[in-house]
């Protein structure tokens, strides 16, 4: 990748790693800890160089990183894609390089295929037996309140009847009343 030096971007870098140079002058505590800040410097200094690409100038150097950027992703994607497959491919060439290898790979498949299938079947019976509680207990308060309606239903049937036997009494020893002083009325007249 073609990229330009920018003298801005490099001072603070090399600031840091003179800096760091100078506290070498202590004990030996002092020593390591400047040899680690110089080799943290000296890491910054080359990741800000090769990993952040100074802002193109010109149209023509814009134009270039877009070029590369265009031909470097697709390519660097294509060769993770490849590790992958590679990483892939070997450990299951070891896992599978001798029978025994095979044969314990198949063990624990079928533990795997076993656990799994016992799991199901016991959220099969949970969901049945959740299911089928639910519908005796709602089986159970359909039954109640039908017994308790039939049981209003023929209080009320009941008790209409008691009243219109008393009415119909009522009515008939009118009837027989208004009967008889009719028939006095018309006899004495």
């Known amino acids: 990748m073609a990229t330009t030096s920018n003298p801005g971007a490099r ?21 390591t800890t400047s040899k680690a800040s110089r080799s943290t410097a000296s890491a910054t200094r080359r990741s800000t160089t090769t990993s952040t690409p100074t802002a193109p100038k010109t149209p023509v150097e814009h134009a270039q990183v877009i070029a590369e950027r265009a031909v470097l992703v697709p390519f660097g994607a294509s060769l993770l894609a490849r590790d992958n497959l590679v990483s892939t491919v070997k450990g299951i060439a070891t896992k599978y390089r001798t ?46 309140t039908v017994r308790q309606n039939r049981r209003r ?21 009118r009837v027989d009343k208004l009967v008889s002083d009719a028939q006095g009325l018309i006899t004495s007249n």
């Open 153 to 173: 239903v023929e209080r009320e049937v009941k008790s209409v009847r008691k009243d219109l036997e008393k009415q119909s009494g009522v009515v008939t020893a």
């Open 11 to 31: 001072k603070p870098a090399t600031t840091k790693r003179a800096t760091a140079r100078k506290s070498t002058t202590g004990t030996t505590r002092k020593s």
């Open 99 to 144: 029978r025994a290898g095979l044969e314990r790979e198949i063990k624990r498949f079928e533990r795997r295929g076993t656990t799994e299938r016992n799991r199901f079947e016991r959220q099969v019976r949970r969901t049945r037996n959740q299911f089928e509680r639910e519908l005796r207990r709602r089986r159970t308060t359909v039954e109640r």
